[in-house]
């Protein structure tokens, strides 16, 4: 290992596992309304429309709330501002268990997205002023196993935890949301004394290291393409305006399918406990790729090829799965399409990096990932109603597959485009 490896492993090993434990935390006070959903809406007559509407409304208030926030996370720092965003959502997640009908869900889901927001994208801004761009992707991929994980933990959890309906008088969704939220609190708590805001803050670095860092991340900003935007400037970039879409379509498969999975399978007839394990497994697999294909892609210095082709298996897979009534082959294909979704979502994040430098990626960051996140309001959403009307899961799964395919062809046209540049005469081989 040269000495740079060595300097970013030992960042890495100081910085990456609190991050992850909060965002593990972070998401399954997301997604865990996907198995409370299991008991919760006959307990409290909420329809399946109306839970679609429920979940997307978290995303309303995310998309909305997400750029203000990442501006407040510059002004602020980030140990204050996520220390904040952790417990505001820790206590509203908690809050989930005086849901009483339609409208509470709706409230309470709103209040949820605004809590949350800023989260996920201050990260990667966070992450940016630490990881040299050659060892970023690795980095992601070891951070966004946060995705797929809580599902990997919590879904058995969460399938116990529903058994503990009727104890004190409460549903065991009740206990499910009340427990689940409590890690939230305890680790905003953690964030603010224990995370330090940048490289300037970290006392076990020397000044060597602080310099050395220093020379490595401006070697990233010696090729900008921007670095001072504005936030209407940021709005109007055709970039990041792709990179969004193209982000939409790859949450669109995710979030269209995740909040829905527990649902599909407990209509196999099985336990809730079951229920649990089994949507435990396209997780799992995602968790994998999460580790192996961005570090692969670091290894060969390719990005774009990588996130296509994850992005293809998904949108194929998700398709087939849509296709078939066999059980066994349903998950089988919601299994390898894991691998796909969450194997892109690292590698996507390193993209970003080619357009925007600087001053310009905490906004720009936040455009992507929340006009990427309207996704997680449409895709439930249409779930629900195709759901409700229909009867079946097959319309409203094949029209998520068809998100995968809107940001497989963006990404494509994006990876072209920029084949064309100075530094893209090998990817225009690898695309072409």
């Not at 407040?72 to 720092?77: A, D, E, I, S, T």
């Not at 992707?137 to 599902?151: D, H, K, Q």
């Not at 995710?254 to 229920?275: A, C, D, E, H």
């Not at 290894?299 to 059980?327: D, F, K, N, Q, Y």
Request: hydrophobic share 50%; charged share 10%.
């Amino acid at each position: 290992m040269t000495e740079d490896d060595v300097l970013v492993t030992r960042i890495k090993r100081r910085i990456l596992p609190l991050l992850l434990i909060c965002a593990v935390v972070a998401y399954l006070d997301r997604v865990n309304v996907s198995f409370a959903a299991v008991t919760m809406l006959a307990d409290r007559g909420i329809s399946i429309a109306a839970y679609g509407l429920g979940v997307g409304l978290f995303f309303a208030a995310y998309f909305l709330f997400e750029l203000p926030s990442n501006l407040l996370l510059n002004r602020f720092g980030a140990r204050q501002w996520i220390a904040r965003i952790m417990f505001t959502w820790g206590l509203l997640s908690g809050a989930m268990v005086f849901v009483q009908g339609e409208r509470s869900f709706y409230v309470l889901r709103f209040l949820l997205g605004i809590a949350e927001a800023g989260f996920f994208p201050g990260i990667i801004y966070y992450l940016n002023s630490w990881i040299p761009p050659r060892y970023r992707g690795s980095a992601l991929g070891l951070f966004m196993i946060c995705v797929p994980l809580p599902t990997v933990i919590g879904a058995p959890l969460s399938g116990w935890l529903l058994q503990l309906d009727g104890w004190l008088g409460m549903h065991g969704w009740q206990w499910m949301y009340m427990i689940e939220a409590a890690p939230a609190l305890v680790l905003a708590v953690v964030v603010f004394f224990q995370l330090p805001n940048g490289p300037g803050e970290a006392r076990w670095l020397d000044s060597a290291d602080r310099k050395r860092l220093g020379l490595l991340l401006a070697d990233e900003s010696s090729g900008a393409h921007r670095q001072h935007l504005g936030v209407g400037e940021v709005l109007r970039d055709r970039s990041i305006l792709l990179l969004s879409l193209a982000y939409f379509g790859i949450l669109g498969t995710n979030y269209g399918l995740s909040f829905f999975i527990p649902q599909m399978i407990r209509s196999f007839g099985v336990s809730t406990v079951q229920v649990g394990y089994i949507t435990a497994l396209p997780y799992l697999a995602g968790a994998l790729a999460m580790v192996f294909w961005p570090r692969h892609s670091d290894r060969t210095g390719e990005r774009w090829l990588h996130c296509v082709v994850a992005v293809a298996l998904a949108s194929i897979c998700i398709i087939g799965a849509a296709m078939t009534s066999s059980p066994v082959i349903k998950v089988t294909a919601l299994t390898i399409a894991g691998l796909g979704i969450f194997g892109a979502v690292p590698v996507f994040w390193t993209l970003p990096s080619y357009f925007l430098r600087g001053p310009a990626a905490a906004p720009g960051i936040a455009v992507i990932n929340s006009i990427g996140n309207l996704a997680g309001f449409c895709g439930p959403y249409m779930m629900g109603l195709t759901v409700q009307r229909t009867g079946s899961y097959l319309v409203g799964s094949t029209i998520i597959g068809v998100f995968g395919m809107l940001s497989f062809m963006t990404l494509v046209a994006m990876a072209r485009r920029h084949a064309r540049g100075p530094q893209g005469a090998q990817l225009r081989r690898s695309v072409s």
